[in-house]
């Protein structure tokens, strides 16, 4: 059976991730870690109210350690993976699981690249919108005709996000959902991967020059590219690219299918990942049933 293990990015945070995930023997370690790495109690916005929780300064770390958790408990019995691919900031907390650096150096990354991302464009200035049914191909015509548009995320066949100016986003949803078709704005607070996050990158940059990448102990499919990384070079040059540059997810799907995955395990808070696989018919499962049920097709 060959396992990639898939970690999600922002927007799979809720109120209550700590109390849920404090379950896990590992939890108090990770937990412990996190807060003495970021200087405050991030466990207690974990737990707090959804507002604070969503600021990306604090979605990311939040997402991070859960997930980086979830890997641990499933890791300890015995479960690897082939390869692994993290969404947008999933990928950080991939890096962290292929062991290219350690969990404190990553959950310190990830609320670095949170507070940079804040701090690139005037919040309520830029947003995201999800588009379901409409292909890539007429979505990369139709963001032309507005100022400020992108592509960011090429999710799978059925939903592609797109990302800019708040104003264009109001626009284009309106006008879309005139035409019959079905786009919603996401509750995200920045154009992410866009080039308006081009200084965010480069602070990013600065960042992660000083740190030393290991060779991941497991190939990583990388946002960027969509194809697998192991020389740590090229992994910061393609973590870096993506915080203002699209995250080819779909893509990455069908390169691990073509490297001949048949089981992905998504580990974070919630099912997004798996379930938007599971749409598509491929074999998808989140952490939960594994670690707690053992649901496992052949180790």
Not at 17 to 36: G, L, P, R, V
Not at 93 to 113: H, Q, S
Not at 157 to 165: D, I, L, P, R, Y
């Amino acid at each position: 059976m060959i396992r990639a293990f898939i970690f999600p990015g922002q927007g799979s945070q809720y109120s209550g991730m700590a109390s849920d995930f404090s379950k896990y023997e590992s939890w108090d370690e990770y937990a412990q870690k996190a807060n003495e790495v970021l200087g405050f109690s991030i466990t207690e916005i974990m737990d707090g109210d959804e507002e604070t929780l969503k600021l990306t300064e604090n979605a990311q770390p939040a997402i991070y350690l859960a997930s980086y958790v979830a890997y641990v408990e499933i890791f300890k019995k015995g479960i690897e993976p082939e390869y692994v691919a993290g969404h947008s900031l999933g990928e950080y907390t991939a890096l962290a699981a292929a062991g290219v650096y350690d969990f404190e150096t990553g959950i310190y990354l990830v609320r670095k690249r949170g507070e940079y991302i804040s701090q690139a464009i005037e919040p309520g200035k830029g947003s995201m919108a999800a588009v379901i049914g409409v292909s890539a191909e007429e979505l990369e015509e139709l963001v032309k005709k507005y100022e400020g548009l992108y592509i960011a995320n090429y999710n799978s066949n059925e939903q592609t996000v797109v990302s800019g100016k708040a104003e264009s986003i109001k626009s284009f949803v309106i006008n879309l959902t005139e035409q019959g078709k079905r786009a919603m704005e996401l509750k995200v607070s920045g154009p992410f991967h866009t080039p308006y996050l081009d200084s965010a990158r480069e602070k990013m940059a600065k960042e992660i020059e000083h740190i030393k990448f290991n060779k991941p102990k497991y190939p990583i499919v990388m946002n960027s590219v969509a194809k697998e990384i192991s020389d740590p070079h090229q992994i910061k040059h393609y973590v870096l690219e993506q915080i203002s540059g699209p995250v080819y997810w779909k893509q990455s799907i069908d390169r691990m299918l073509e490297l001949g995955v048949e089981e992905f395990i998504e580990l974070g808070p919630k099912n997004v990942l798996s379930s938007m696989l599971k749409k598509a018919k491929f074999n998808a499962k989140h952490f939960t049933a594994v670690v707690q049920e053992g649901v496992l097709d052949g180790k």
